[in-house]
C-alpha cells in the first residue's frame, strides 16, 4: 500500500530565512497531495495543495512542487516569520476511489528562531 | 458557514469501557472520516462515511466503529477500551461534489483511557 515518508522531522531555521520539508510516496497512482500544519493543541489546517496534474503551486510565501517521476513533493516556505512555528504534514491520496483516504507522512517540527 | 465541530473536546475513560465521538461536519459537505492521532505522529485514517455508509477502512480493529445520519452528522464508537487507544480523535469533512479529496478537520477529541 502507500507509503509516505518525510523528512526532516525537526526543522530550525533563522526568521526571514526559507524552510524546505520534502516527502516521497510509494504508490505511482497517488494524485493528490496536500500539506497540513498544525499548532500545539489545535487541529490540521489545509496550507496548500497540489494535483498531479500540476508541477507547482504557489500562495503568497507558501509553494508546492511535485515531481510525479521522482515520486516526490516539497513545502516551500519562504521569509519564514515566527507564526510558521508549528508540525507540518504532508500526506498522499490512496486512488482509485471518488473520494480519497489519505496517507500522512509522520511530520516536521519547525522551529522559527528569532 | 459552520466548520467541522466535535464534542466533547476531551474525556477521560478506563479500561474495557466504551466511548461515542461526535462529529458534524462542514456546512455543504457530506463526507465524513475518522483519524486517531497519537502524540507526536502523523493523523492514522479510521475510516470514512458517505451516504450513511462505511465507504472505506484504514487498518483498525472491529472494535471500532461508526455511523453517518441522515443530517451528514457521525459518530465514532470505540469498544473495549485500551489503554493504546489514548489520542487525539480527528474527524475530517469533505464534499462529494467539490474537490472530493480536499479535507477540513474539527478541533478533535483529547480520549485519554487510564
Known amino acids: 500500500g502507500e507509503n509516505v515518508e518525510q523528512h526532516p522531522s525537526t526543522l530550525s531555521v533563522q526568521e526571514g530565512d526559507s524552510a524546505v520539508i520534502k516527502c516521497t510516496y510509494s504508490?505511482?497512482?497517488?494524485?493528490?497531495f496536500p500539506w497540513y500544519k498544525q499548532e500545539l493543541g489545535k487541529r490540521p489546517q489545509l496550507i496548500i495543495d497540489?494535483?498531479?496534474n500540476v508541477g507547482e503551486k504557489k500562495d503568497q510565501r507558501i509553494a508546492v512542487t511535485l515531481n510525479k517521476t521522482a515520486k516526490h513533493f516539497s513545502l516551500h516556505i519562504t521569509e519564514t516569520q515566527p507564526e510558521d512555528s508549528a508540525v507540518y504534514f504532508c500526506?498522499?491520496?490512496?486512488?482509485?476511489?471518488?473520494?480519497?483516504?489519505?496517507?500522512w507522512g509522520a511530520g516536521t517540527k519547525l522551529i522559527i528562531k528569532p | 458557514d459552520a466548520g467541522v465541530t466535535q464534542s466533547p473536546t476531551h474525556l477521560i475513560k478506563t479500561r474495557g469501557q466504551q466511548v461515542t465521538l461526535r462529529c458534524s461536519p462542514k456546512?455543504?459537505?457530506?463526507?465524513v472520516s475518522w483519524y486517531q492521532q497519537a502524540l507526536g505522529q502523523g493523523p492514522q485514517f479510521i475510516f470514512q462515511?458517505?451516504?450513511?455508509?462505511?465507504?472505506q477502512r484504514g487498518n483498525f480493529p472491529d472494535r471500532f466503529s461508526g455511523h453517518q445520519f441522515p443530517n451528514y452528522s457521525s459518530e465514532l464508537n470505540v469498544n473495549a477500551l485500551l489503554l493504546g487507544d489514548s489520542a487525539l480523535y480527528l474527524c475530517?469533512?469533505?464534499?462529494?461534489?467539490?474537490?472530493?479529496?480536499?479535507?477540513?478537520f474539527g478541533p478533535g477529541t483529547r480520549l485519554t483511557v487510564l
Open positions: 475530517a469533512s469533505s464534499s462529494a461534489e467539490g474537490p472530493t479529496d480536499t479535507q477540513y
Open positions: 456546512s455543504g459537505h457530506d463526507t
Open positions: 462515511y458517505y451516504e450513511e455508509e462505511e465507504r
Open positions: 504508490d505511482s497512482a497517488s494524485n493528490y
Open positions: 497540489i494535483r498531479s
Open positions: 500526506a498522499a491520496s490512496i486512488p482509485p476511489d471518488s473520494n480519497y483516504q489519505l496517507i
